[in-house]
Nanobody, 116 residues
Protein backbone atom coordinates (compact mmCIF):
# COMPACT_ATOMS: atom_id res chain seq x y z
CA UNK A 1 0.00 0.00 0.00
CA UNK A 2 1.05 3.59 -0.52
CA UNK A 3 2.92 5.06 2.43
CA UNK A 4 4.56 8.41 3.00
CA UNK A 5 6.61 8.96 6.14
CA UNK A 6 7.87 12.41 7.09
CA UNK A 7 10.70 13.05 9.52
CA UNK A 8 13.23 15.69 10.48
CA UNK A 9 11.06 18.16 12.35
CA UNK A 10 11.94 19.67 15.68
CA UNK A 11 12.48 22.85 17.66
CA UNK A 12 14.76 25.45 16.11
CA UNK A 13 15.56 29.07 16.85
CA UNK A 14 14.58 31.85 14.43
CA UNK A 15 17.14 32.02 11.65
CA UNK A 16 17.97 28.35 11.98
CA UNK A 17 17.65 25.48 9.53
CA UNK A 18 16.03 22.08 9.32
CA UNK A 19 15.86 19.41 6.64
CA UNK A 20 12.69 17.39 6.37
CA UNK A 21 12.49 14.02 4.64
CA UNK A 22 9.56 12.20 3.09
CA UNK A 23 10.14 8.52 2.38
CA UNK A 24 7.67 6.90 0.02
CA UNK A 25 6.74 3.27 -0.62
CA UNK A 26 4.06 1.26 -2.34
CA UNK A 27 4.14 3.01 -5.70
CA UNK A 28 6.55 3.88 -8.50
CA UNK A 29 7.99 6.94 -6.85
CA UNK A 30 9.86 8.29 -9.86
CA UNK A 31 6.62 8.62 -11.83
CA UNK A 32 4.96 11.13 -9.51
CA UNK A 33 5.23 14.74 -8.41
CA UNK A 34 5.40 15.30 -4.66
CA UNK A 35 4.06 18.28 -2.75
CA UNK A 36 4.83 19.65 0.68
CA UNK A 37 2.09 21.29 2.74
CA UNK A 38 1.95 22.66 6.24
CA UNK A 39 -0.79 23.04 8.84
CA UNK A 40 -0.31 25.88 11.28
CA UNK A 41 -2.71 27.11 13.97
CA UNK A 42 -5.24 28.24 11.33
CA UNK A 43 -7.84 26.04 9.68
CA UNK A 44 -6.24 25.84 6.23
CA UNK A 45 -3.49 23.51 5.13
CA UNK A 46 -1.04 25.66 3.19
CA UNK A 47 0.77 24.44 0.10
CA UNK A 48 4.54 24.96 0.46
CA UNK A 49 6.39 23.41 -2.45
CA UNK A 50 6.17 21.07 -5.42
CA UNK A 51 8.78 18.93 -7.09
CA UNK A 52 8.24 17.21 -10.41
CA UNK A 53 8.79 13.51 -10.82
CA UNK A 54 12.29 13.85 -12.26
CA UNK A 55 13.29 16.64 -9.90
CA UNK A 56 13.92 19.14 -12.68
CA UNK A 57 10.78 21.18 -11.95
CA UNK A 58 10.17 22.89 -8.62
CA UNK A 59 7.77 25.55 -7.44
CA UNK A 60 7.33 27.35 -4.13
CA UNK A 61 4.80 29.37 -2.21
CA UNK A 62 5.75 33.04 -2.02
CA UNK A 63 6.00 32.76 1.75
CA UNK A 64 8.97 30.36 1.51
CA UNK A 65 10.57 31.27 -1.82
CA UNK A 66 14.28 31.90 -1.43
CA UNK A 67 14.42 30.18 1.97
CA UNK A 68 13.19 26.62 1.28
CA UNK A 69 14.55 24.18 -1.28
CA UNK A 70 12.84 20.97 -2.33
CA UNK A 71 14.80 18.09 -3.83
CA UNK A 72 14.41 14.37 -4.37
CA UNK A 73 16.44 11.19 -4.67
CA UNK A 74 14.51 8.72 -6.78
CA UNK A 75 16.98 5.97 -5.91
CA UNK A 76 16.02 6.34 -2.27
CA UNK A 77 12.31 7.10 -2.84
CA UNK A 78 12.81 10.24 -0.79
CA UNK A 79 11.92 13.91 -1.10
CA UNK A 80 13.65 16.53 1.01
CA UNK A 81 12.67 19.99 2.13
CA UNK A 82 15.63 22.10 3.19
CA UNK A 83 14.37 25.00 5.29
CA UNK A 84 16.71 27.91 5.99
CA UNK A 85 16.23 31.28 7.68
CA UNK A 86 13.30 29.87 9.60
CA UNK A 87 10.76 32.26 11.09
CA UNK A 88 8.25 31.79 13.89
CA UNK A 89 5.48 31.85 11.29
CA UNK A 90 6.96 28.69 9.75
CA UNK A 91 5.81 26.80 12.84
CA UNK A 92 3.48 24.05 11.63
CA UNK A 93 3.06 20.36 11.01
CA UNK A 94 4.62 19.60 7.64
CA UNK A 95 3.16 16.95 5.35
CA UNK A 96 4.14 15.46 2.02
CA UNK A 97 1.52 14.46 -0.51
CA UNK A 98 1.35 12.22 -3.55
CA UNK A 99 -1.58 12.27 -5.97
CA UNK A 100 -1.99 8.90 -7.70
CA UNK A 101 -4.90 8.80 -10.08
CA UNK A 102 -7.79 10.37 -8.18
CA UNK A 103 -6.39 9.53 -4.76
CA UNK A 104 -4.46 11.82 -2.45
CA UNK A 105 -1.98 10.24 -0.06
CA UNK A 106 -0.49 11.99 2.94
CA UNK A 107 2.02 11.13 5.58
CA UNK A 108 1.45 11.55 9.29
CA UNK A 109 3.32 14.85 9.36
CA UNK A 110 6.32 16.16 11.25
CA UNK A 111 6.16 19.08 13.68
CA UNK A 112 8.39 22.10 13.10
CA UNK A 113 8.52 24.69 15.86
CA UNK A 114 10.47 27.92 15.39
CA UNK A 115 10.91 29.69 18.70
CA UNK A 116 13.55 31.31 20.85
Amino acid sequence: QVQLVESGGGLVQPGGSLRLSCVASGFTFSNYDIRWYRQGPGPEREWVALIGNSGRYTNYADSVKGRFTVSRDNEKNTVYLQMNSLKPEDTAVYYCEAIIGRDHYWGQGTQVTVSS
